[in-house]
C-alpha cells in the first residue's frame, strides 16, 4: 500500500474525509503512516484541547500522537476519533466475547462436578478472557493442571463419570508426541470413554494461538531448541525476560490486545467450543 498521498496537506481532501471513523480504543493495534511507528494503544488523554493516543510498540516503547488522520488499523487507513462514551449495560442479543448470545438478568449458575483443565494458569486466563461469561451461565469452571506428566492419575482421582464430565485441553498434542501418547493412556482408562475429552492445539504455548496480527506482527519468532520458550519470546520482542515476573507482565500486555474469539487461530477456537459443548450437551 502506498502511503505518499498520507499528509497534513491532505487531510482536507474529499479522500480523506470518507475514511472510516473508528473511535479509539485501548489495546487496539494502530500503525501511524508518517513515522511507520507501529504499536498497541496504551492511553487516551486531552492536551492543549486536542486528544493525544500513546502508542506502545512490541519492545515496550512509547509515543504518542494527535487523533486523527493518518492510522492503520489492520492494514486500513482509517480516522481515528476520541473515544466513545460509556456504553449502557449491553441490550439483550449483545455477543460475549466468545460470539454467542449474552444473557441479561441472569446470575452465575452454581458450579457443576463436570471440570475444564488445561495445562497452566496462562491458558486457563486466556479461556476467561474469551468464554468467560458462556462458562459461568453453564456453570463450568476452568482449572489448570500445571502440567500434564501425571494426568492419567489427576482423572483417576477426580473419578469421572455420567454428570461428572471432565474435558481437558492441551498444549502442542500433535500425533507421536508426548502428549499425544499421554492423552491416548488417559482414554484407555476405566471410566473415561464418554465422560473425558481431550482436544489439543498444535502450538508449543497457548501464547501463540493469539493471532499476530493482532500483536502487530508477521509472524510469531522461532525460538532455537534448548532455550526457554516463553523467555524466547519476550527477547525477541525486546521486553523484560529474566525473571518470573517478566514472563508473567509479558503475558499481561499479550493477554490484553485479545478482546474477542476473532483474535485468536482457529485451531484453538474449534478445541476450546468442542469441549464446552462436550460438557453441556445431555
Do not use: C
Amino acid at each position: 500500500m502506498s502511503y505518499q498521498n498520507w499528509g497534513p496537506q491532505d487531510l482536507s481532501a474529499p479522500a480523506a474525509k470518507q475514511l472510516r471513523e473508528v473511535p479509539v480504543e485501548r489495546g487496539m493495534v494502530l500503525e501511524e503512516v508518517q513515522t511507520g511507528w507501529v504499536g498497541a494503544v496504551t492511553r487516551v488523554e486531552k492536551s492543549g484541547g486536542m486528544h493525544v493516543v500513546a502508542l506502545e510498540d512490541r519492545r515496550g516503547k512509547s509515543r504518542s500522537f494527535q487523533l486523527g488522520f493518518g492510522f492503520l488499523l489492520d492494514g486500513q487507513p482509517i480516522r481515528l476519533m476520541p473515544p466513545s462514551p460509556r456504553k449502557r449495560p449491553a441490550p439483550a442479543g449483545a455477543r460475549t466475547a466468545s460470539g454467542s448470545v449474552r444473557v441479561e438478568g441472569q446470575r452465575a449458575q452454581v458450579a457443576k462436578a463436570s471440570r475444564i483443565w488445561v495445562e497452566g494458569k496462562h491458558d486457563a486466563e486466556l479461556v476467561e478472557r474469551v468464554w468467560g461469561d458462556d462458562l459461568r451461565v453453564e456453570g463450568i469452571v476452568v482449572e489448570p493442571l500445571h502440567g500434564i506428566d501425571d494426568l492419567a492419575g489427576a482423572v483417576a482421582a477426580f473419578r469421572p463419570g455420567p454428570g461428572r464430565r471432565l474435558g481437558v485441553l492441551v498444549d502442542h498434542l500433535v500425533p507421536d508426541s508426548k502428549e499425544s501418547r499421554i492423552a491416548d493412556a488417559v482414554m484407555a482408562s476405566p471410566g473415561a470413554a464418554g465422560n473425558v475429552l481431550i482436544v489439543g492445539h498444535p502450538y508449543v504455548d497457548v501464547w501463540q494461538a493469539i493471532r499476530p496480527a493482532v500483536l502487530g506482527i508477521d509472524k510469531w519468532p522461532v525460538i532455537p531448541r534448548g532455550m526457554d520458550w516463553k523467555t524466547g519470546i519476550l527477547r525477541a520482542f525486546g521486553w523484560p525476560h529474566s525473571t518470573k515476573e517478566d514472563i508473567g507482565l509479558g503475558w499481561q500486555k499479550l493477554l490484553g490486545a485479545v478482546r474477542s474469539y476473532a483474535d485468536l487461530e482457529p485451531s484453538l477456537l474449534g478445541r476450546v467450543e468442542e469441549v464446552i459443548d462436550f460438557l453441556t450437551v445431555p
